[in-house]
């Protein structure tokens, strides 16, 4: 059999995570931080060791604060396993100050050239009176090679909505995941997703025999 190729992410990317006091909300009766915790462990087994990825937390520390954001595993090569065990070591206690969290992955990315892809996981909508879309054309609008990919975990459609626009306004992803096996194929996305190839011409046969690929 094929061994599936290890993901890897151009550029350098930060993680995101949501600690925020509503992950010990349940789905399908486990707390949405177990699910985010092994959906992580579980992609950055398998990325590439040559990818740069670094972990930023929110809402860890402290309760009721929006200024408990902390870069707890700076990006570089082979942090896979660091940002593994800091995840399953985080307490979940906060608030959401999602889009300070992503300003300053962008700003912690923005030292080098490279592209620079942020990974927000949240489970929630800003709480700290901050406007995620205005954010994202911010950041559109800096001049960098940004993106920012948004990963809503049990997210309801509206509030999908809400941060949806960070994504959007960054040329990145919004992915909805609601259970353990829709978050990982959706933090794969994220976490490796490097521009698409463009479609190739279909070619023409004689007598059209292909069967249509849904």
């Not at 190729?5 to 995570?17: D, F, H, K, N, W």
């Not at 030292?111 to 489970?123: H, N, Q, R, Y």
Request: charged residues 20%; negative net charge.
């Amino acid at each position: 059999a094929l061994m599936a190729a290890p993901l890897l992410a151009e550029g350098r990317s930060i993680i995101v995570l949501d600690a925020s006091g509503s992950m010990w909300g349940q789905i399908e009766g486990r707390a949405k931080l177990e699910i985010a915790r092994e959906a992580l462990g579980t992609v950055l087994a398998g990325i590439s060791p040559e990818t740069e990825i670094g972990l930023m937390a929110y809402g860890h520390r402290e309760k009721g604060s929006c200024a408990d954001i902390e870069l707890v595993v700076p990006p570089s090569a082979g942090t896979a396993q660091a940002i593994t065990d800091a995840a399953n070591a985080m307490q979940f206690l906060g608030k959401t100050p999602l889009s300070e969290a992503v300003r300053r992955a962008a700003a912690e990315l923005r030292s080098t050239e490279e592209k620079a892809t942020v990974i927000l996981i949240t489970d929630g909508i800003e709480t700290c009176e901050a406007d995620p879309c205005a954010l994202g054309a911010e950041l559109e609008a800096s001049g960098v090679d940004f993106t920012a990919h948004v990963v809503g975990f049990g997210l309801t459609e509206a509030e999908g909505q809400a941060v949806a626009c960070l994504a959007e306004n960054t040329g990145g992803k919004y992915i909805q995941a609601s259970d353990a096996g829709q978050l990982v194929e959706a933090l794969k996305t994220a976490v490796a997703a490097p521009e698409p190839a463009p479609e190739p011409e279909p070619v023409k046969l004689a007598e059209n025999l292909d069967p249509i690929l849904q």
